[in-house]
């Protein structure tokens, strides 16, 4: 079965930096899109950052672009999130997904907050 296991939240003060990474097992992971998405209390699930399987495109939405910067390593099945110049607005419970088969795949989420 698909799991994915996210890791590397907490807390940060505005400026600072962050690395999530999750593990990715039950799937040929190296075939798959990646994406990873974030939800701060009281808003809408956001798409943050997108790494294709066939030439590692990356795709990031105007609110991150710049300072986020996704990426994968095919031999460890893990995807990582680098998160840099961090703002307060960031603050959120990060998941990373999978779509396999159509159906839409989670972990348990990573929380970040930035907060001096």
């Known amino acids: 079965q698909v799991q994915l296991v996210e890791s590397g939240g907490g807390l940060v003060q505005p400026g600072g930096s962050l690395k999530l990474s999750c593990a990715a097992s039950g799937f040929t992971f190296r075939l798959y899109d990646m994406n990873w998405y974030r939800q701060a209390p009281g808003k809408e699930r956001e798409l943050v950052a997108t790494?294709?399987?066939?030439?590692?495109?990356?795709n990031y939405p105007d609110s991150v672009k710049g300072r986020f910067t996704i990426s994968r390593d095919n031999a460890k099945n893990t995807v990582y999130l680098q998160m840099d110049s961090l703002k307060p607005e960031d603050t959120a419970v990060y998941h990373c997904?999978?779509?396999?088969?159509?159906?839409?795949?989670w972990g348990q989420g990573t929380q970040v907050t930035v907060s001096s």
């Open positions: 997904n999978v779509v396999k088969g159509y159906v839409g795949y």
């Open positions: 790494i294709t399987s066939a030439y590692r495109m990356t």
